[in-house]
């Protein structure tokens, strides 16, 4: 029975040495605005409100930086977002001052989204026709 | 737990990360922790003008899972240590 007590004080022991080592370089970053690089390639900004170990994270007030060429665009996501951390490829603090790139034009939601069609068609074309000069060298 | 030992003796030394999506990214490495997610400050994109957004960022967390090479400056390893580490570690296990 002590003994049972002793292990799961030990293992609660454990666990309070442990959680801060796992998330500390997150904890550090909490509170702060934040830029962060999802596998897709999609950016999230947005103030950094909590993660765990898996480095889940949770932004308020987020927003989607969409970049074409040299326009930008920034598209607000609602109130609260939870990231699953799998799907993070980086984060990033923004420096308040200097948040928006000056080589880069801000658009309209409208024009961002026009662009980014247009370069997706571009990419398939060019990708159709590699793929017919692929063919032709086979035969 | 190796690697993760040994990263830390790297910290305050300069490496560029290479990631899964192709980006390079070169910093002082700041913390490593046991999934081997990086922290690297004073970032520096190698090809800046592909990812204007990250000009921006100073310094940033990079998860362990999306990291496929780190670049390491010679220097700063003993090789012949991390062999040593290396067969006290498959001994310990």
């Given at each position: ?5 002793q292990?799961?004080?030990r ?10 080592l ?6 550090e970053e909490?509170d702060?605005?934040?830029l962060?690089?999802l596998?897709?390639?999609r950016?999230?900004?947005g103030?950094?409100?909590s993660?765990?170990?898996f480095?889940?994270?949770?932004f308020?007030?987020?927003y989607e930086?969409i970049?074409?060429g ?5 598209i607000?996501l609602?109130?609260?977002y939870?990231l699953?951390?799998?799907n993070v ?10 948040e928006?790139p000056?080589?880069?034009?801000r ?5 961002i989204r026009k ?6 068609e ?17 035969e | 737990?190796?690697?993760y ?5 790297l910290?305050?030394k300069?490496v ?5 999506n192709?980006?390079?990214i070169?910093?002082?490495?700041h ?5 081997l997610n990086i922290?690297?400050n004073?970032?520096?994109v190698?090809d ?7 000009m921006?960022?100073q310094?940033c ?6 990291v496929r090479?780190i670049?390491?400056p010679?220097d ?13 570690e498959a001994?310990?296990?």
């Open positions: 029975m002590d003994q049972g007590g292990g799961q004080d293992l609660a022991n454990r666990h309070q040495v442990r959680t801060p796992h998330a500390k370089a997150l904890i909490l702060h605005k934040q962060v690089v596998r897709d390639g950016k999230i900004v103030l950094f409100r993660c765990d170990q480095a889940n994270l949770v308020q007030d987020p930086r970049i074409v040299k326009q930008y665009c920034d607000p609602g109130s609260i939870l699953r951390g799998e490829v980086l984060m990033g603090r923004i420096d308040d001052g200097k928006y000056l080589t880069l034009q658009v309209s939601p409208a024009e662009a980014q069609e247009a370069e997706k571009e990419q398939r074309i060019r990708g159709t026709m590699l793929k017919r000069l692929d063919f032709l060298e086979l | 737990m190796l690697f030992s040994f990263f830390k003796t910290t305050g300069e560029t990360v290479e990631l899964k192709d980006l390079s070169t910093g002082i490495l913390s490593v922790d046991q999934y922290k690297l004073e970032i520096k190698v800046e003008e592909k990812h204007p957004h990250l921006a960022v310094n967390f990079i998860r362990g899972s999306v090479y670049q390491l010679q700063a390893i003993d090789t012949d240590l991390l062999h040593d580490a290396t067969r006290r001994r310990n296990s």
